[in-house]
């Protein structure tokens, strides 16, 4: 929580900023306050917000982003002074101290204190920080952007503050960045989404060595090899960097066994790919049709189906992409653009299959109709078109569950239990992913284009130590 900030009205502060479990910049109002923030903004820069209203944003835009750039967080003092010519009365809460605000300015000095919590009032408005400073005010190398756009334009590469993990969380010296297509429809602003903070260093996959933990976490994980999922999912800063902190759950341990490279991959597509064959329950001997098994998530579908035991049949969109298709998880591959591939599906489930992995739901719903059994579940995570027809009646008929996966908003229990499995596959040498050589950090801007472009191998960044 301490590297988030609070700032708006409360209740009562004397509640204690370690009851506040939902942190919030909202309630910002023209006046004095308004100094308070704008000072707030300079030593927040490129800190967390977690929940701000759209008034908060604007601020944070104008604020944070670009004016303060330059200013270091340990450099500046001006947030607190401009507290007090607000005419703020200031104190200082945290577990051993109720002091004053000298007693705040000199703790400040001391760069690396840790968390502090202050609370105060400004006239007739109460006012609550939480906030954590950088501990060494190191610096670290990263990509980032500022504004949404092409990648070529929008993505730089340079230093950016340090993180520090706070409680339950662990800082991660990263070695590997996974990109995925997320990642990418994030940074253009896809389907009109906009800037979630100020700053995103992107990318929510990555593998690395735990470097420090936050309080409550076990230090013995310090110098332990992980694979990290969700780094930049309700989160501003992810693995595209020298460092990036998660909670502790997701940073998952990697065995001796299980590449580096292999666990930069697993996050976005294999917890996407774990929900989509489990979400409606276990799998072994069923058949599960799995739909363009040569992309990132499916062909981990396909693997994570065939390791639970069910008879798992895959397609490609094109017959001349059949040589490409790895069998070894597979009882039949089907080409969509052959003669019949109803039948040819057919052929090898005559009852129906009882699951469909859908990666092109508008493009084969028609197809997965005459291919389901009664009962059978289209787990789907991607559309071409985003109003897709589909035949109601049949599917109805044959008591068709459609589920939408959404991966950044799965339960967190389903996400934990898919890390563990698809470490536990891996360790069992039951994934195969096909990975190109690692860009540098500085070809950031290539790997988004690869992606973007949809070749066949998954596409990393080398993070420098
Ligand atoms: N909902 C979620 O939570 C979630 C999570 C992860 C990914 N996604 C989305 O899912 C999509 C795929 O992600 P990915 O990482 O797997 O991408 P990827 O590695 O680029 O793979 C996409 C695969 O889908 C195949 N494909 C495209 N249209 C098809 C069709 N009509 N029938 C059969 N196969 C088809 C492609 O085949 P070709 O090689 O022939 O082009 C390719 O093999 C992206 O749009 C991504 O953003 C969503």
């Known amino acids: 929580m301490t590297d988030h900030l609070v700032v708006g009205s409360l209740p009562s502060w004397r509640d204690g900023p370690a009851k506040q479990s939902i942190l919030t910049f909202r309630d910002i109002t023209n006046g004095p306050e308004k100094n308070v923030l704008r000072g707030l903004g300079a030593l927040f820069a490129g800190w967390t917000v977690i929940e701000y209203d759209e008034q908060a944003r604007e601020f944070l835009s104008r604020a944070v982003h670009p004016r ?141 060595i735990v470097e420090a933990v936050g309080e409550g976490v076990d230090p013995g994980r310090v110098g332990r090899r992980v694979w990290v999922y969700g780094a930049q999912s309700y989160r501003p800063f992810g693995t595209s960097a020298q460092l990036t902190v998660v909670p502790e759950h997701q940073a998952v341990e990697l065995p001796d066994d299980v590449s580096d490279e292999v666990g930069a991959c697993l996050g976005i597509p294999g917890i996407t790919a774990h929900r989509a064959v489990f979400a409606d329950g276990p799998v072994a001997g069923m058949t599960v049709l799995v739909h363009g098994v040569l992309g990132g998530v499916s062909a981990l579908a396909a693997q994570l189906a065939h390791w639970a035991g069910a008879t798992v049949i895959g397609t490609v969109r094109r017959e001349h992409d059949l040589g490409s298709v790895n069998r070894s998880a597979l009882a039949h ?57 589909f035949p109601f009646w049949p599917m109805l008929f044959d008591n068709v569950v459609i589920r939408l996966l959404g991966s950044d908003d799965f339960p967190v229990e389903t996400k934990r239990q898919a890390a563990r499995d698809l470490t536990t596959a891996a360790h069992e040498g039951a994934l195969s992913i096909a990975i190109g050589d690692p860009l540098p950090l500085e070809r950031a801007a290539e790997a988004h284009d690869r992606v973007e472009a949809g070749g066949r191998e998954r596409v990393l960044l080398a993070i420098p130590d």
């Open 333 to 389: 591959a089907v080409a969509l653009d052959g003669r019949d591939p109803v039948a040819a599906i057919r052929a090898v489930a005559p009852e129906g299959v009882d699951r469909v992995v859908e990666v092109a739901f508008s493009d084969n719903v028609d197809l997965d109709a005459a291919v389901v059994k009664n009962q059978a579940v289209i787990a789907t995570f991607a559309t071409r078109r985003d109003r897709p027809d």
């Open 68 to 208: 303060f750039d330059h200013l270091h967080p340990r450099l500046t003092y001006h947030p607190m002074l401009e507290l007090v010519t607000a005419g703020g009365r200031l104190g200082i809460a945290d577990p051993d101290h109720s002091v004053g605000f000298g007693y705040v300015c000199s703790r400040m000095r001391d760069i690396g204190l840790g968390r502090t919590f202050l609370t105060g009032q400004t006239l007739d408005r109460r006012v609550m920080v939480t906030w954590k400073l950088p501990a060494s005010g190191g610096s670290m190398r990263a990509v980032w952007y500022d504004e949404q756009g092409p990648a070529r334009v929008v993505l730089r590469v340079g230093e950016v503050p340090a993180l520090e993990p706070g409680p339950s969380e662990v800082r991660v010296r990263v070695r590997l960045s996974g990109v995925n297509p997320g990642d990418t429809k994030k940074r253009r602003g896809w389907l009109g989404s906009r800037m979630p903070f100020p700053r995103v260093i992107p990318h929510s996959d990555g593998a690395g």
